[in-house]
Every structure is written in C-alpha cells, then in structure tokens.
C-alpha cells in the first residue's frame, strides 16, 4: 500500500491526537469516580447528618419550651411549638427518602413512631397550666427521640468516615494509574516522534549530501531509499538525472579526445607540409643558383 509523505505526517497527528484523547478520557473516567464518590458523601450521608440535627435541635427547643412554660405556670406557646413540629416532619420525611446504610431505614421508621406519638401528646394539651406528669413524659419521649437521632447520627457519620478513606484510596489508585499510564503514553509518544523525525532528517540529509555532490561534478553519486513513498520516487529521479549526466560527460570526454587527436594529426600533417614546402623552396633555390653560377661562367669566357 503506497503512502504518501502527507498522508504518512497526516496519520502520526492522528496519532499523537488518539494518545492525548487517552489520557483525556482515563483522566475524566479517574476523576468522574472520585466525583461521584464524593458526592454520594454529600448527598447521600451528609444530608442525613443534617436532617438528624435540624430534628433534635427542633425537639429540644419544643423541650426546652415545655419546661419554661411549666416554670412559668404557662401553656406552651401553640404557634412555635407548631412551627417546631413542622421543621422535624419535613425533615424526616427527607431522610425517609434518604436512606443509603445498612439499619437506617429501621431507625428511621422508629423515629417517625416516636415523633408522631410525641406529635399527637403535644395536640392533647388542654388550655390548663401544664403538669409536671407531662413535663416528665415529654422530657422522656424527647429523650427517647433524640437518643434515636444521635445513633442515625452517628451511623451516617461512620458511613462518611468509611467513604472518605475509600475516596481516598481511590484517589490515590487514579494518581498512580494516571502516572502510570500517562509515563507510557509519554514513552509512546516520544518513540514515535524521535523515529518519525529520525525518518524524514536521514533522507533530507542524503538527499541534500546528493544534490552537493551532484553540483560538484561527481555523478557517481547515488540516492537509495527503502519504500514506495515521494522519497523513493525522488531517489529514483536522482539517480536517472545522475546516470544522465555521467553519460554526457563521457560522451563530451569522448568528443574532447577525438578533436584533440585530430588536431594533433592536422598539426602533423602542417608540418610535414611545411618541410615539404621549405625542401621545395631549398631545390628551387639551389636551381636558381646553378642557373646564375652557369651564366656567370659563360661571361667569364667571353671576357677572357
């Protein structure tokens, strides 16, 4: 399957994307448990502890009203301890709905029992001052009562205790995971990118030590790369230009040695001529000359 360079670039991205996507989406899933974990104890643990308090705060101050009208010579103040009673019912109508450890739904009926039972005594107060027969029931029903609210109390409060050390651990399990898995991914990441970079630096640099040695004249030099990619392709290009210009080179040495050969036979063939043409010269001169020496003789004669 033929790649190219920028599909080959294209998909290291997408590598290098899928990797950050990886550790995106353990990171959320790691952190998504330890939210929920901690919510649970918000929602679920801490709001029973919440609605335990708002009830036994609600009963005492019902209490404590009881008894200062008792000490006063006084009926309770209707309107307040109705106020009172309401805050406890809607509180433990949501912790009713609240229900999250091992018990406490058994506890939480008994309460609604003993509220109700203290409610409906509270209803039963006559227009009289209040005995202390009454005073003493309720003080115990509200004993009772809150008894019942300190160990729903404490039930959610352990719950919290035991879920936060799970929180905890789980907390620290996600750090070293996270480490873990993010030390590899750096790894990975970083192997890939040393060998992509280490596959593109090896060809640019023979291919630019190539093209030096080519402006140099050494066509000699070939290019060899593995592969069915643009750089193979090149190198394939590299080579056939080089294979041509090495071949026009010795064409033109060819050419070189054939005119200086030549030439060298023209400069002989000159040069015979010219001997030639100087012996010519030489035998024409040496006629003239016996020409002159044989009319010189004859005057001679005659003069003799």
């Known amino acids: 399957m033929k790649l190219s360079i920028r599909t080959k ?13 990886v550790l995106i989406g353990f990171s ?21 502890v919440g609605y335990a308090r708002e009830m036994n ?9 009881i008894t200062t009208g008792f000490l006063e010579k006084r009926n309770p103040d209707k309107l307040f301890v109705n106020n009172e009673l309401t805050v406890i019912d809607n509180s433990l109508k949501l912790e009713e ?56 109390s404490k039930i959610n409060e352990k719950a919290i205790e035991i879920k936060t050390d799970a929180a905890k651990v789980s907390s620290k399990n996600a750090l070293t995971g996270m480490t873990i898995l993010g030390s590899v991914c750096f790894l990975i990441a970083l192997s890939f990118i040393y060998s992509f970079a280490s596959y593109f630096n090896e060809r640019f ?15 000699g030099q070939r290019l060899y790369f593995d592969g069915v990619d643009e750089f193979y392709e090149i190198s394939v290009l590299f080579n056939q230009m080089a294979e041509k210009l090495s ?20 400069s002989g063939r000159n040069s015979e001529q010219e001997l030639r043409d ?26 003799d």
């Open 9 to 21: 670039f294209a998909l290291g991205m997408v590598f290098i994307f899928l990797i950050i996507l």
């Open 57 to 65: 705060d609600g009963l005492s101050k019902i209490n404590q009203e």
């Open 97 to 152: 709905g609240n229900i999250t450890e091992v018990g406490e739904d058994k506890l939480a009926r008994d309460i609604e029992v003993g509220f109700y039972e203290f409610r409906d005594s509270l209803s039963k107060i006559s227009n009289r001052v209040i005995t202390v027969n009454q005073v003493l029931y309720f003080q115990k029903k509200a004993g009772i009562l809150a008894g019942q609210l300190v160990h729903l």
């Open 28 to 48: 959320a899933y790691y952190l998504n448990n330890l939210s929920q974990a901690t919510s649970a104890i918000l929602k679920e643990n801490y709001l029973s």
């Open 247 to 266: 071949g026009e080179r010795d064409v033109e040495s060819q050419q070189f040695s054939f005119v200086e050969e030549k030439g060298e036979e023209q």
């Open 205 to 219: 640099f023979q291919l630019y030590n190539g093209i030096k040695e080519i402006v140099s004249s050494n066509y």
């Open 278 to 303: 100087v012996l010519l010269r030489m035998k024409s001169l040496e006629k003239e000359a016996e020409e002159f020496l044989a009319k010189t003789g004859k005057t001679s004669t005659f003069q």
